[in-house]
């Protein structure tokens, strides 16, 4: 289901732990880490959409969430030609996207990567807020970097100090250590299908070709 502008109605999901870290998906059989994201059948709402691609991509139920807040507007991003079946280039454009903003009211263990029998996920982690966009796949980011601004403003009160939104979206050559990924505590528990990579960074894998991105 395209709009009249060639862009696909799509959702994406910022989930939150109790410390204002963020879920944090590996592609799988990629190293491209990115959030929960999937398209908006005709029929759904935004809301619908998005506890469905909550429940197909991580497991979770809608009594293991609250919605924070969303975006106001639709977000967008072209997806580039060659990542683009042949049969859809010339009608296809990209995606337009509502982002949610969701509080985890249930615990780790309540996370299943492998939900279907069409995993979108092979291993997940908790990353700070501003996650490192460097593993995002290129023509993401700025989404990312708008939604995750956005949203800031609804962050649940911690201790939490996040000098990033202080100072403005971070550049990203600038303070690259201070952006490294927080290594998993100890106590961390895995769900059904979740491998711990310490170390996501690497190249975007190719297979994400022809599956429009989504």
């Known amino acids: ?24 998906g590996k592609r799988i059989r990629t190293h491209s880490w990115q959030f929960p994201q999937g398209g908006i059948d005709r029929g759904e ?26 975006t ?18 010339g009608h296809y454009k990209g995606q337009k996207q509502i982002w949610f ?16 029998n069409h ?9 700070d807020y501003w996650v490192p966009l460097d593993v995002v796949v290129e023509f993401k980011r700025g989404v990312y970097e708008m939604a995750l601004r956005e949203l800031a403003r609804y962050l649940p009160h911690s201790d939490h100090r996040n000098r990033y939104l202080r ?10 250590d201070g952006m490294q990924m927080p290594m998993g ?9 979740a491998v711990f990579d310490p170390n996501p960074q690497g190249q975007i894998d ?4 022809g599956k429009h991105a989504s």
């Open 45 to 70: 709402s935004p809301e619908q959409a998005m506890f469905r691609e909550l429940h197909e991509e991580i497991g979770l139920m809608p009594e293991h969430v609250r919605i924070v807040a969303r």
């Open 101 to 116: 903003l969701l509080q985890l009211t249930g615990q780790d263990w309540n996370l299943n990567l492998r939900a279907t």
């Open 1 to 24: 289901m395209l709009d009249r502008d060639g862009f696909r109605p799509n959702v994406g999901i910022i989930l939150l732990n109790q410390r204002n870290q963020v879920f944090w």
């Open 72 to 89: 106001r507007d639709w977000l967008r991003y072209e997806v580039p030609e060659r990542y683009i079946r042949r049969d859809a280039r």
């Open 206 to 209: 190719e297979t994400v070709k």
């Open 167 to 176: 100072s403005g979206m971070r550049t990203r050559d600038a303070d690259r």
């Open 119 to 127: 995993p979108e996920f092979d291993a997940w982690r908790w990353n």
């Open 185 to 193: 505590s100890p106590a961390m528990e895995l769900p059904p299908g």
